[in-house]
């Protein structure tokens, strides 16, 4: 199945001397699906929260980047969902994500 979304990107940036923000930018990148499976985590909550092991692949010059400790979050279905893990596949990177993203996103 085909994936396209976006790719969160964080960039240290000196907002003043010695004081640094992390700041996200959203690429548009395309790939595919190669997983998707979904779950109610109940754990130790009263509710239970909505979890997905997904998998997308994407050409790594796409994202254009070598450093994918900088990778913030994937979008998918109108939800940004954070990465957990890269896995390198030359020519391809395969992102692993599982749960909702809730840091800093662009302004």
Do not use: C
């Amino acid at each position: 199945m085909k994936y396209s979304g976006k790719l969160g990107v964080a960039e240290q940036v000196e907002v003043s001397p010695g004081v640094w923000e992390e700041v996200i930018t959203e690429q548009d990148i395309v790939g595919d699906l190669l997983q998707r499976t979904e779950a109610l985590s109940a754990g130790e909550n009263v509710l239970p929260r909505y979890v997905t092991t997904t998998s997308v692949s994407v050409l790594a010059l796409a994202v254009g980047q070598n450093d994918t400790s900088m990778f913030r979050y994937l979008t998918l279905a109108g939800t940004r969902w954070a990465i957990n893990s890269w896995v390198a596949q030359p020519p391809r990177l395969v992102a692993y994500f599982g749960e909702e993203y809730h840091g800093p996103i662009p302004k």
